[in-house]
């Protein structure tokens, strides 16, 4: 991801004449070029902008040499194999002289010793591999940059071609951080969008302190499509018992269950019944045409499971769910509800539902401090697939 659009090298292993291996280098334009041992080049076709994830492949193999921006190829050209270099490869800056720095930030690179097809960069593009890949014995370099701290960074692939860094860059974490502060007691956060989020690694959602200390806080979640109408607070289900005329059923939660309850009980009958799996005053039974049973949002998702077979008479008898989003609890430093392992979240609403209450009647509560975090596995900045053998490889670094 690029902090500004200006010329710059991203990843080089190219010096003077005679000693240059490979470059991708960016335009002050925001196009890139990918250039093999001379001063040919191809060029991409999609301008960068700045603030934004690409993945950026280069592949040549001795006879034709491409281009790939987010797994599509923009360029292509005759070209010769990759020449010797006896230069260090460097990220964000010049292999010889460490001019024409560029700040960038990095999520992975990959150095391949096999030209890799469009379908195999698509493949692998938006996620981390491993020894399990079919082609891990031909990655010459891969560096996860996770580290985190410290001045180096390990290369994964077992070839050893660590690398350090140079000059001042810092570790950044992959987290997009939403801050959320001072709530009182019952708030609903601004929905914010996650729309930049192509898949999800893992969220996280945690809070640190309230005034007063005392405060009873439950923090809710839910994610949406829209940015307009706020989630249901309530998990709504219809029972639709039909025309039965006799015999009993049963509700429960998928461990416990209510006992037999007649086909023409009163709506009080199945709260009572349901009351003794999810708690006195969580759940209330309206009667109408059918029954609608409604949930109270600490309940979360209900699980609540029907059992028809004891009934008699002309009947079809259904137990629906409320297809609408419904907020659920969250817990301190853990997931977010709504929120599963590779989601796309394009288009997608975080929603943040927040409530305080304490004893203390002269006090109003507040929550001082709310973060959530989503953990992105998408589109890694440089992603680099080149055709390069071992023997080309000595150090790596990287400046800032």
């Not at 001063?39 to 491409?66: M, Q």
């Not at 921006?69 to 070209?79: C, T």
């Not at 964000?92 to 999520?107: F, H, M, S, V």
């Not at 007649?262 to 999810?278: G, K, S, V, W």
Request: charged share 25%.
């Amino acid at each position: 991801m690029l902090d500004s659009i200006d010329k710059g090298h991203i990843i080089t292993k190219y010096a003077a004449v005679g000693n240059r291996s490979y470059l991708l280098y960016i335009l002050d334009t925001g196009e890139i070029r990918f250039y093999i041992s001379s001063s040919v080049f191809v060029e991409s076709t999609t301008t960068l902008s700045s603030g934004v994830w690409y993945h950026i492949a280069g592949v040549a193999d001795g006879t034709n040499r491409k281009i790939f921006i987010n797994g599509v190829e923009e360029d292509s050209a005759l070209g010769s194999d990759i020449g010797e270099s006896s230069a260090d490869i460097h990220f964000c800056a010049r292999a010889d002289t460490q001019g024409d720095k560029k700040n960038a930030t990095l999520k992975e690179a990959r150095i391949w010793k096999k030209a890799r097809s469009e379908s195999e960069i698509n493949e692998d593009k938006d996620k981390e591999i491993d020894s399990n890949h079919t082609d891990w014995s031909d990655l010459v370099a891969y560096w996860k940059f996770d580290e985190g701290t410290g001045t180096t960074f390990s290369d994964s692939s077992g070839e050893n071609n660590d690398g350090n860094l140079q000059g001042s860059p810092t570790w950044v974490s992959s987290y997009t951080t939403f801050p959320f502060v001072n709530g009182e007691g019952y708030r609903t956060s601004s929905p914010i969008s996650l729309d930049s989020i192509k898949k999800v690694k893992s969220s996280n959602i945690k809070w640190t302190s309230t005034e007063p200390t005392d405060t009873d806080l439950k923090i809710y979640t839910a994610v949406s499509d829209s940015n307009t109408v706020e989630p249901n607070t309530e998990e709504e289900q219809t029972l639709y018992l039909g025309g039965a005329t006799g015999g009993t059923f049963t509700l429960g939660d998928g461990t416990t269950n209510t006992s037999a309850i007649a086909y023409d009980a009163t709506a009080l009958t199945i709260q009572t019944e349901l009351e003794t799996i999810y708690g006195s005053g969580l759940v209330s039974v309206v009667a109408d045409t059918d029954f609608t049973i409604t949930f109270d949002i600490s309940v979360g998702v209900s699980d609540l499971e029907a059992n028809f077979t004891s009934l008699t008479g002309d009947t079809n008898p259904s137990l629906t769910l409320d297809d609408a989003v419904d907020y659920a609890e969250a817990t301190n430093d853990s997931t977010i509800p709504g929120i599963s392992v590779d989601d796309d979240l394009t288009g997608k609403y975080l929603w943040v539902r927040q409530e305080l209450s304490t004893e203390d009647s002269e006090e109003t509560p507040r929550l001082t401090n709310l973060e959530y975090d989503v953990d992105i596995q998408a589109e890694p900045a440089e992603d680099l697939n080149v055709d390069l053998s071992v023997k080309n490889i000595k150090t790596v670094k990287i400046y800032g």
